[in-house]
């Protein structure tokens, strides 16, 4: 990977960038339990959302030859193993309850950490994963079919009704020492995919007035002249893009609109230029071809005694515009994410940030985020970041994931109680 | 605090050596409550020719006058003044060096502003205005008679106007340690060094950002996720971003689970989740609600009433005795001094000129007057949607907007929601610095049933923020290609 003045053909460019998001799933992975860390900061516990872009890079590997189906595979059964085995009760030391997991875990033990939450988004994208993996791994061997049916297993084993609390929509997290989170999922968020797997559940599917009653928090709004579901930080556009090929099929909102959540996507990849050309408060770097509004690190981070009145900065947030937050932190790996939705855009900013701002990519990856106003560089990458970099990229380049997934009976079912159809539906 | 502002207050509105009249034989109308509501319509019903009784047992003007919307919204003029000058940087000035806060100066001239206002709705305006005005304590003893402290009047009809009363919220040790409500606030004479307000809707949020802005450490607590839960999310986005800027501690998710004092100090226990915590102030404001005052014998006259909802009125406000009706916040979910005043207005025309006025048929603004400010009118998508409505909005952000921008005001949107395939206004949010001026457009239009297709022909003055509505307007017609 280079960003000397030699252009890369875009092929060449997106390949590297892809590559590198593998290699940092690749070089990180425990051969023991299959789990990887949530950062590459030291000492960073399991996310199990980048555990779920694992079980999924790993196939992406094999198809691109960068690594053999046998390694794939180990890692892959080495994870749907852990989790099938690892505690599931309401101690607060548990790995999961009720079938879900909490949204980090101890690397080695798996035990719960930092008293957080079990998570049902969290949980949504691990299982997305595992059950890439057991549409990958399809051969009719001992090991392969082991991995297929635990990955069955822990998806029916989710008790998708208990986590609706008694109400209409699913909460979005709970804890052992003060139950559900005190909010839920309102107006459009990554949720796509958890609603659908709830749905498309074989045990335990929850009802479609969830679904609609998520909906019904929609808002479809004209805005910079473009009529879209607005979700704010970009990963919200991005996350169920992953793994669900929305291109073509609508949901009763979308066919009541004309449009469908791809579409939605690429609008709201332009509107994130569109605001950064605008550039309201006056942050320094922002363009046409310098945008990237998601969640990650900023720049108190490391320094927590930056603040100011008028430019307030954060730690790790997600960022969203036009409403905000916004404090000057650009994400390029969101802006290399939806290259699928809008692949001129996003080229022509990537190679802006690479001129400009050639310090932001790190052993090939674009780091968590830059702010060119307080001179700032995130020395920190994530699972999630590269995994959502790996997948789309994937999708965009061949459509694997997207072609695996179609496949996956509860997607479809889950996808059809959702009220989806037309296209490949 | 006794000061001539004072003085004047209490002349004008509740003087301490008058003698009520001696009552007339059957009045026409008899108004129990002398804030907006009572006013209104006492003094509509006289200028048409009723016989009118207006009784009051406190100050006339009501909570709006006295401790509600004319002190709290000269109170936050001030602030924002002080939230410019720290800010004057932005505005390419300079931040004064020695910047600090006179309170006794601030809560001076609020005390004069109030009395400047008092003038209007004073005892001697409403006895010109051909008024008998009874000062005391008005309970019904029978279907058509009201008896103010021994005194009985007759009514062909009545309106009763009595307002509502802060709700304290249900925390161990809070009464024991003392709270300020919107009722105490205002006779501050110093400010508090730290100030926790309890409650994230309208009236914490505004005294929260105030107080904050005048110097003191202000935290304010919720225990949802964003304030003002009736809002846009987008909305309560800006202000969280709002109130950050103002150096408010914000604390969302959070209960207030026990008070006590702490020598001097109050101490007070938090919980969001799973996590616990202390803060220590020296001063608690709640604004979590309030309570209908409906202590006046309403059962002798046989109005039914819920003790949390108050009176309970069909829509034409006539209570379960037909001769009498209710109006503003004794009987309405909308508890703002623009609704009390346009339901008394139904009220004297229904109660005394057969009119069949529908408070349904209002469509009713309101606006939180934090800095921006969040005006609504009309619908919410998410109504719109759970009556089956297809909706769509047209969003114009400020900074979209050429006046906001030379103000360096350009934090905030104007959202109008349109029935989808129609230009019909179903709502709009504005959260601007103006916001409030601003939503009356919006209110006309859907009043006279102007679409908002049409409002792209109405010429707006430039530089003015309010030209976001025209963008909106021509945003819709760019839609229609």
């Known amino acids: 990977m280079t960003a000397d003045p030699e252009p890369q053909s875009d092929d060449a460019l997106l390949h590297d960038l892809q590559h590198a998001a593998f290699s940092w799933f690749r070089a990180r992975v425990s051969p023991v339990n299959g789990l990887v860390p949530d950062t590459s900061r030291p000492g960073s516990p399991v996310s199990i959302a980048g555990v779920g872009f694992a079980l999924s890079a790993w196939p992406i590997g094999v198809a691109r030859g960068w690594m053999t189906r046998a390694d794939a595979l ?32 101890d690397p080695v033990s798996g035990a719960r950490v930092w008293r957080c939450e079990l998570s049902m988004i969290d949980t949504a994208l691990l299982i997305a994963g595992a059950l890439t993996a057991a549409a990958w791994f399809d051969a009719d061997t001992p090991d392969e079919q082991e991995l297929r049916d635990i990955v069955d ?37 990554e949720a796509i995919l958890l609603y659908v797997l709830a749905l498309g559940s074989p045990t335990h599917p929850i009802g479609v007035e969830a679904y609609e ?56 990849t332009r509107l994130q230029s569109e605001y950064a050309w605008r550039n309201p408060n006056g942050f320094t770097g922002y363009g046409v071809h310098c945008w990237g509004f998601s969640a990650g690190d900023g720049p108190t981070d490391e320094n927590p005694e930056v603040t100011g009145e008028e430019r307030r900065q954060f730690g790790y947030a997600a ?73 789309m990229l994937e999708n965009a380049r061949s459509g694997t994931i997207w072609r695996l997934l179609r496949s996956c009976a509860p997607i479809r079912d889950g996808l059809r109680r959702a009220g989806f159809d037309g296209g490949w539906l | 605090m006794t000061d001539a502002h004072e003085a004047e207050r209490a002349q004008n509105l509740h003087p301490p050596d008058r003698r009520n009249p001696t009552p007339a034989e059957r009045y026409d109308l008899v108004v129990i409550g002398g804030g907006p509501a009572g006013l209104v319509a006492a003094r509509e019903a006289a200028a048409r020719g009723a016989r009118v009784a207006l009784v009051e047992r406190d100050r006339l003007g009501g909570d709006c006058l006295n401790t509600g919307c004319v002190p709290s919204k000269t109170l936050l003029r001030t602030a924002r003044l002080y939230a410019d000058l720290r800010t004057a940087e932005h505005y390419g000035g300079r931040v004064p060096s020695d910047l600090r806060v006179a309170f006794p100066a601030v809560m001076e001239r ?29 309970r019904f003893t029978g279907s058509a008679t009201v008896d103010v402290d021994g005194d009985r009047l007759r009514f062909r009809k009545a309106m009763v106007a009595t307002g509502s009363r802060p709700d304290a919220p249900a925390v161990p040790g809070l009464v024991e340690a003392g709270f300020l409500t919107n009722e105490t606030v205002f006779d501050l004479t110093e400010l508090p060094g730290r100030l926790l307000v309890l409650g994230g809707g ?60 702490a020598g001097g100090a109050i101490e007070v226990d938090l919980q969001v989740d799973d996590h616990r915590s202390t803060i220590t102030v020296d001063a608690i404001l709640t604004g979590t609600g309030r309570l209908p005052n409906v202590d006046l014998g309403l059962d002798r006259a046989g109005v039914e009433f819920d003790r949390s909802t108050g009176i309970r009125v069909d829509d034409h406000l006539r209570t379960s005795n037909p001769r009498i009706y209710a ?31 529908r408070f349904s048929a209002l469509v009713v603004p309101w606006c939180t007057f934090t800095d ?62 103006h916001a409030g001026e601003m939503v009356s457009e919006l209110t006309l239009a859907m009043v006279a049933g102007i679409g908002l297709g049409r409002l792209a022909d109405v010429i707006h003055a430039y530089p003015t923020q309010a030209e976001a509505i025209c963008k909106a307007a021509d945003a819709y017609r760019r839609t229609q290609r």
């Open chain 2, 327 to 357: 109006a503003g916040d004794v009987c309405l979910a909308h508890r703002y001094t623009h609704t009390a005043d346009a339901s008394a207005r139904i009220v004297v025309q229904n109660a005394l000129f057969r009119g069949r006025k």
């Open chain 1, 319 to 391: 960022r969203g515009v036009p409403y905000g937050p916004d404090d000057g932190t650009l994400s390029t790996w969101t802006v290399v994410s939806s290259v699928p939705f809008a692949p001129e855009l996003c080229l022509a900013t990537l190679r802006h940030v690479l001129a400009h701002h050639p310090q932001t990519l790190r052993d090939g990856c674009f780091v968590s985020g830059f702010n060119p106003t307080a001179g700032w560089v995130s020395d920190g990458t994530y699972a999630l970041d590269q995994g959502i970099v790996l997948l």
């Open chain 1, 213 to 268: 009653g998520w909906t019904a928090t929609y808002q479809w709004e004209n805005l910079y002249d473009q009529d879209l579901l607005y979700g704010g930080p970009l990963f919200v556009h991005q996350f169920s893009h992953a793994w669900i090929d929305l291109r073509g099929i609508r949901d009763p909102f979308m066919r009541e609109k004309g449009s469908d959540y791809f579409e939605n996507s690429r609008r709201a």
């Open chain 1, 74 to 105: 180990a890692h892959s059964l080495a994870a749907v193993r852990f989790f099938r085995d690892a505690e599931q009760s309401e101690r607060p030391e548990a790995t999961g309850h009720r079938g879900f997991f909490y949204h980090f875990l």
């Open chain 2, 372 to 433: 921006p400010e969040i005006a609504h009118v009309g619908l919410h998508v998410r109504e719109a949607r759970e009556r089956g409505i297809p909706a769509k909005t047209f969003t114009v952000l400020m900074h979209d907007v050429d006046r906001a921008i030379t103000d360096s005001e350009d934090r905030g949107f104007v959202k109008i929601h349109v029935r989808e395939g129609t230009d019909t206004i179903l709502g709009a949010t504005i959260v601007a610095r």
């Open chain 1, 153 to 189: 297993q822990l998806y029916r084993r989710i008790d998708w009704e208990w986590a609706r609390n008694g109400g209409q929509t699913l909460r979005q997290g709970w804890k052992p020492e003060s139950g559900f989170l005190n909010y839920g999922w309102e107006g459009y968020s």
């Open chain 2, 110 to 138: 609020l005390r004069r502003v109030r009395a400047r206002i008092s003038r209007a709705d004073s005892v001697r305006r409403l006895e010109e205005a051909g008024v008998d005005v009874f000062l005391g304590e008005g």
């Open chain 2, 202 to 261: 309208p009236l914490g949020c505004e005294l929260a950002q105030a107080f904050c802005r005048l110097g003191s450490k202000t935290a304010i607590v919720q225990d949802a996720p964003l304030f003002l839960p009736k809002e846009e999310r987008d909305a309560a986005q800006i202000l969280s971003d709002a109130f950050a800027r103002d150096g408010l501690e914000v604390r969302l998710n959070t209960r207030a689970l026990a008070v006590r004092r």
